[in-house]
């Protein structure tokens, strides 16, 4: 089975409100972790990433937030826009392994 | 633009039909990857190549399903004799090779429909 996942598949927000996207994983190997947001029709577009001797990291209007205890990373947008409105998946990677493992996505609607 | 192509973008074949698609990979990136990703569902891993060598296949890449990457460029991934089941998008994505971290940068996809 699927070795990450996410909390919620859809998470309603309204504009200007922060919000925020939990995955869950199970794998303890795990060092690398990526959010991607995809949007209708298009490929994941990488968002932020962290490495697993970090706990947190922040971007653009994005943080990420990594508990390596329970094994959950939280991708956080502040100031949501409608452009913000798509599909986000995380995605780990297991050390000297390259590729992805993806969880199932969460949907984030913006109300305006 | 220089980020990851794919071609076709979308693909509308007959069942038994062969179908290839094409990927051009960011220029300097030499770790290439193919995924799969269906209806409400995550990408999932087919293969992946450094440079020309391809180094892992999933137990989802079938024997009906080849990839190349002949001169470590572009690549290509062909499927025999398509089934319905075989319809989804199929994403080509690329990484660097001296990143200790493995930022992967995904195409557009393409989308193939087997009828």
């Known amino acids: 089975g699927e070795s990450v996942g996410l909390h919620l598949p859809t998470l309603s927000v309204q504009e200007g409100d922060n919000s925020i996207i939990n995955c869950a994983y199970s794998n303890s190997a795990s060092d690398y972790f990526i959010w991607y947001k995809q949007e209708s029709g298009k490929g994941p577009q990488f968002i932020i990433d962290?490495?697993?001797?970090?706990d947190k990291r922040q971007g653009q209007r994005v943080t990420v937030l990594l508990n390596k205890t329970v094994k959950h990373l939280s991708l956080q947008i502040a100031a949501t826009q409608p452009g913000d409105s798509a599909v986000y998946f995380c995605a780990e990677n297991i050390r000297n392994d390259y590729k992805l493992s993806f969880g199932a996505g969460t949907t984030v609607t913006v109300r305006a | 633009d220089t980020g990851v192509s794919q071609n076709p973008r979308h693909k509308i074949t007959k069942r038994g039909q062969n179908v290839t698609f094409r990927c051009d990979p960011i220029?300097?990136?030499?770790?290439l990857y193919w995924y799969r990703q269906t209806l409400g569902q995550g990408p999932e891993f087919l293969t992946y190549f450094q440079n020309e060598a391809q180094l892992e296949k999933s137990r989802l890449l079938s024997d009906r399903f080849s990839a190349e990457r002949p001169k470590g460029s572009f690549s290509t991934l062909e499927i025999q004799r398509t089934e319905q089941g075989d319809s989804a998008m199929y994403l080509c994505?690329?990484?660097?090779?001296?990143?200790?971290?493995?930022?992967?940068?995904f195409g557009p996809g393409t989308r193939l429909t087997v009828l």
């Open positions: 220029s300097e990136h030499n770790r």
């Open positions: 994505a690329s990484s660097p090779g001296t990143r200790v971290v493995n930022e992967q940068f």
């Open positions: 962290i490495r697993s001797n970090m």
